[in-house]
């Protein structure tokens, strides 16, 4: 898919499932359980034992949206495009990533945690920056102070996302917002496939309610 695409469509769902886990078999169990509650990106972080082949099992899903998470060299990226990877995300400031990516139309999120990263970020024309970890940067209060200051930059947020957060995020206008791999696999482990994908569907719901809360506060702005 174009990137543009892409990213349009994750600012239509906001949601990211990032999965790290210690094999590959729970990696595709946790993917797959988020994806099952709704859930329409997965990134699979390179920290995942066979990362590749998980990446390129779960693009045979269909339905969703896989990237590529925790990328930090070129390298990385290459392989991960070539299993068929949409998007690529790095926990920081990997510049270096941008123009690849693009060359290849796929969507690049390097990690940022300072108005001087951002702007770089902005400058390389990264897709969104990430503000990683977005709880300890500020959570959402963070986020709209940088806005002032970088109107036109689109951002994700990874970091101590749960459901008392979430629609803060929304209506901080964040593009993307990951749903960490230890609040997911702890979830997952506790409560169960059922339970679990309940909470996706929860997720989706409070999204869904700050979207229109967004878009009814534009209208009487206008």
């Known amino acids: 898919m174009d990137r543009i695409k892409l990213v349009a469509e994750l600012h239509a769902s906001r949601l990211v499932a990032v999965v790290r886990s210690t094999s590959p078999e729970d990696a595709l169990a946790l993917a797959n359980a988020a994806a099952d509650g709704g859930i329409k990106f997965v990134e699979i972080t390179f920290s995942v034992p066979g990362a590749l082949d998980v990446i390129k099992e779960l693009t045979r899903r269909g339905g969703i949206h896989v990237g590529a998470g925790t990328v930090l060299a070129p390298q990385q990226a290459e392989r991960a495009m070539g299993v ?32 001087t990263e951002i702007i770089a970020a902005q400058r390389a024309h990264a897709d969104l920056v ?69 909470e996706m569907q929860q997720f989706l719901k409070l999204v869904a309610q700050a979207q229109s809360k967004n878009i009814k506060a534009r209208k009487r702005g206008k």
Do not use: W
Request: a neutral charge; one cysteine or more; proline letters at 7%.
């Open 130 to 198: 990430k503000i990683f970890p977005a709880d300890l940067a500020g959570g959402p209060y963070f986020i709209r102070q940088m806005q002032g200051p970088f109107p036109d930059v689109r951002f994700m947020v990874s970091g101590g996302v749960s459901l008392d957060n979430v629609q803060e995020y929304v209506q901080a206008g964040v593009t993307g917002i990951c749903l960490g791999s230890a609040y997911l696999g702890g979830l997952l482990a506790a409560k169960g496939k059922k339970l679990f994908v309940k």
């Open 84 to 115: 068929g990877a949409e998007f690529i995300v790095s926990p920081s400031l990997e510049l270096n990533l941008v123009g690849l990516c693009h060359t290849a139309n796929i969507a690049c999120f390097p990690g940022a945690a300072t108005p």
